[in-house]
């Protein structure tokens, strides 16, 4: 198996910033991707932004120019820089992993999500 903990959300004011951070540890043989999605209440989750273990990105058109994913591949980490933060991104944000496990097998794990509240 393979987990993934969120960390790094909190509530912040309109403009403001927070990074989260996404270890993935367990079972991993490698990792093709990690990615950023999110859910608002009443919502369908969404995804925020994508990164490849070679550094290819790609983003959610309502937050480009103001979110950068990165990722560390000799920690198996993802995080998200999150700058002019919107009440509109409030959500409960989740990470996931796209690996082959140890035992060969490609699966897509999930975190169990971190708050984010953007308000005055």
């Known amino acids: 198996q393979v987990q993934l903990v969120e960390s790094g959300g909190g509530l912040v004011q309109p403009g403001g910033s927070l990074r989260l951070s996404c270890p993935a540890s367990?079972?991993?043989?490698?990792?093709?991707?990690m990615g950023w999605y999110r859910q608002a209440p009443g919502k369908q989750r969404e995804s925020v932004a994508v990164?490849?273990?070679?550094?290819?990105?790609n983003y959610a058109d309502s937050v480009k120019g103001r979110f950068t994913i990165s990722i560390d591949n000799a920690k198996n980490t993802v995080y998200l820089q999150m700058n002019s933060l919107k009440p509109e991104d409030t959500a409960v944000y989740y990470c996931n992993a796209d690996t082959i496990t140890t035992g060969r097998a490609r699966t897509v794990f999930w975190g169990q999500g971190t708050q984010v509240t953007v308000s005055s």
């Open positions: 367990g079972s991993i043989f490698s990792i093709y991707a």
């Open positions: 990164i490849t273990s070679g550094g290819s990105t």
